[in-house]
């Protein structure tokens, strides 16, 4: 990367950084898109609301016909971009998936991109910190662009910018009205243990408190979660991140 690239790239981080919404995030990466010179991008977020439900962001200026064709068909299912972002965190150019063998049945989701514009292009995979994953993919419709040497380019530039884009995410999402839960330390203990099993009872011998006052706790938790029983409490402040496992 040179010193002219470099410092476009920090700009673009500290411009991300100080995003107040997600119009500022979607200016940034046009002007990132550009940078690489790349013709389109798109920037997808999805995060767990519960074991069935789940927030999803897109940010992108893909083809409109493409975009409509794509949801219409629920080409999701089918695309291995999708699977491949799912589970890996390397980067990864399109034509790999041109060589590899698919079953007639099934829609060819990146033959059909090509004729839709999206001629060649390469993603980076997204994981956040609460189970969620999604990418950040950049597209070219010039038949003759060489991609290998954007790809190359875009290594040394995305990978930066990655932790900047997930950071202003996940601020501008806990500033949604509906997006955020706010438990109290209390109530992430007794949660953490009904997650491993513990009865009230248990729960309260664990942190020396009386029963009910675990039940309390636990109902608290139940209101500001909005669910019904302790195990869809204890999955959902895990999937929103209420509650974290790690600590």
């Known amino acids: 990367m040179n010193i002219e690239n470099m410092n476009s790239t920090l700009e673009l981080v500290n411009n991300i950084q100080t995003s107040q919404k997600y119009q500022d995030i979607d200016n940034n990466l046009e002007k990132l898109t550009d940078m690489i010179h790349c013709e389109y991008y798109l920037f997808a977020i999805i995060n767990p609301k519960s074991m069935i439900k789940s927030d999803v962001l897109i940010l992108d200026n893909y083809p409109k016909q493409w975009r409509d064709y794509y949801d219409e068909e629920n080409l999701i299912k089918y695309d291995p971009i999708v699977d491949y972002c799912l589970s890996n965190h390397s980067p990864i150019s399109w034509h790999i998936f041109d060589k590899k063998t698919q079953k007639k049945s099934k829609p060819n989701v990146i033959k ?3 004729t839709s514009g999206l001629h060649s292009g390469f993603s980076f995979p997204i994981h956040t910190i609460n189970g969620g994953f999604g990418m950040i993919s950049f597209a070219h419709s010039n038949k003759g662009k060489n ?16 932790p900047a884009l997930l950071d ?39 942190l020396g408190c009386a029963e009910r006052t675990v039940t309390f ?20 402040a895990i999937l929103t991140g209420a509650i974290n496992p790690s600590y």
């Open 147 to 162: 991609i290998d040497y954007v790809y190359s380019n875009a290594c040394m530039n995305i990978p930066p910018i990655i």
């Open 168 to 206: 202003s995410y996940h601020r501008i999402n806990q500033n949604e009205p509906t997006s955020s839960t706010y438990l109290t330390k209390r109530e992430k203990e007794c949660l953490s243990w009904a997650c491993e099993g513990k009865s009230s009872w248990e729960i309260s011998k664990i």
């Open 217 to 236: 706790h636990l109902t608290n938790s139940q209101t500001k979660l909005g669910t019904n029983n302790r195990c869809q409490s204890v999955s959902k």
């Open 112 to 114: 059909e991109a090509k």
